[in-house]
């Protein structure tokens, strides 16, 4: 497959298929290169970046998964670790968002305007 054809049924732009190749998320086992040296992506490469997009939009980093890719398989102990940290980590973002949103209905409930300048009352 061609990388515009990739990128077309991943839903991603050519340029972010070319970065995951420099950093090492897309791996040599899916790229072939044809006599004129061109880039040609086996069928497995859709899979690949599907799971790569699940990864990133539950929270997981480039780095992490890169580190992922770079082990090549993991335990299925190792997998439900990584998981678990995983949800940790979001409940802790949520628990931080909800303080914060807390301390804004509190601010509101004190009737604080900044009239005077910032931190005035």
Do not use: W
């Amino acid at each position: 497959m061609k990388s515009s054809e990739v990128a077309k049924i991943v839903d991603l732009p050519i340029s972010t298929i070319r970065y995951y190749e420099k950093i090492g998320i897309i791996t040599d086992e899916y790229i072939l290169r044809d006599q004129n040296n061109y880039r040609n992506y086996a069928v497995e490469i859709i899979q690949h970046l599907g799971v790569v997009k699940n990864c990133l939009a539950v929270g997981f980093s480039i780095n992490e998964i890169k580190s992922m890719i770079s082990k090549n398989g993991f335990s299925k102990d190792e997998q439900t670790r990584i998981i678990k940290e995983k949800i940790s980590e979001i409940e802790n973002a949520q628990k931080n968002l909800e303080d914060s949103k807390q301390n804004l209905y509190d601010i509101l409930e004190l009737d604080i305007t900044c009239e005077d300048g910032f931190g005035k009352y």
